[in-house]
Nanobody, 122 residues
Framework: VQLQASGGGSVQAGGSLRLSCAAS????????VGWARQAPGKEREFVAAIHRSGSGTYYVDSVKGRFTISRSNLKNTVYLEMKSLKPEDTAVYYC????????????????WGQGTLVTVSS
């Protein structure tokens, strides 16, 4: 299952962005969805995930309190609301889906779709 991330852009430090993750031809209901990011010259970092029911979420420590993951099964979309952005949040952001109940483990995600670039300037 490959998903499409969108909503990236350029913002100043302290700004906000909302990323969207959508699937075409597939309903996301029944899938956990995760977000990861990759900054230039760095390894991919798993930053957030949401249980298929929306009842549970996971965040890496560096984004806790600033990022919020949510989902709308009606719109077949998962969102990543990013606030208080920092230059170190600059990266290409990707989303992926898993049927594994351990939605909070990056191991269970292996089809990261086309990403969206987020650039945060100081």
């Amino acid at each position: 299952v490959q998903l499409q991330a969108s909503g990236g852009g350029s913002v100043q430090a302290g700004g906000s962005l909302r990323l969207s993750c959508a699937a075409s031809g597939l309903t996301l209901r029944g899938y956990g969805v995760g977000w990861a990011r990759q900054a230039p010259g760095k390894e991919r970092e798993f930053v957030a995930a949401i249980h298929r029911s929306g009842s549970g979420t996971y965040y890496v420590d560096s984004v806790k309190g600033r990022f919020t993951i949510s989902r709308s099964n009606l719109k077949n979309t998962v969102y990543l609301e990013m606030k208080s952005l920092k230059p170190e949040d600059t990266a290409v952001y990707y989303c992926a889906a898993t049927t594994n109940i351990e939605y909070y483990r990056s191991d269970w995600y292996n089809s990261w779709g086309q990403g969206t670039l987020v650039t945060v300037s100081s």
